[in-house]
Nanobody
């Protein structure tokens, strides 16, 4: 059974940092693109960042560009999101997603086949 398990969320003050992790099991994703999405209270889930299968290409939503960094460790079958200079607007549940046969970066939810349960990030002002 394929599982994606996020961790690293929590409560942080504005300007602070958090590092999210996503541990994958049940399938190797070293040949698949992966990404992060988030859903704020009362809003639809939105794209945050994506990374190609080999980590060479990355893509970010404008709202997080320059503050967030996506990375992966294929040897560990893991995905990360380093979040710096956090703002109250970053408050959301963050989801890890992985493709199936998807190599390039992808920004739409439909392109991802596997999803984690999410980890909550709360940024206080």
């Amino acid at each position: 059974q394929v599982q994606l398990v996020e961790s690293g969320g929590g409560l942080v003050q504005a300007g602070g940092s958090l590092r999210l992790s996503c541990a994958a099991s049940g399938r190797t994703f070293s040949n698949d693109a992966m990404g992060w999405f988030r859903q704020a209270p009362g809003k639809e889930r939105e794209f945050v960042a994506a990374i190609s299968w080999n980590g060479v290409s990355t893509y970010y939503a404008n709202s997080v560009k320059g503050r967030f960094t996506i990375s992966r460790d294929n040897a560990k079958n893991a995905l990360y999101l380093q979040m710096n200079s956090l703002e109250p607007e970053d408050t959301a549940v963050y989801y890890c997603a992985a493709g199936r046969g998807l190599r390039r970066v992808a920004t739409t939810q439909l392109e991802y086949a596997y999803w984690g349960q999410g980890t909550r990030v709360t940024v206080s002002s």
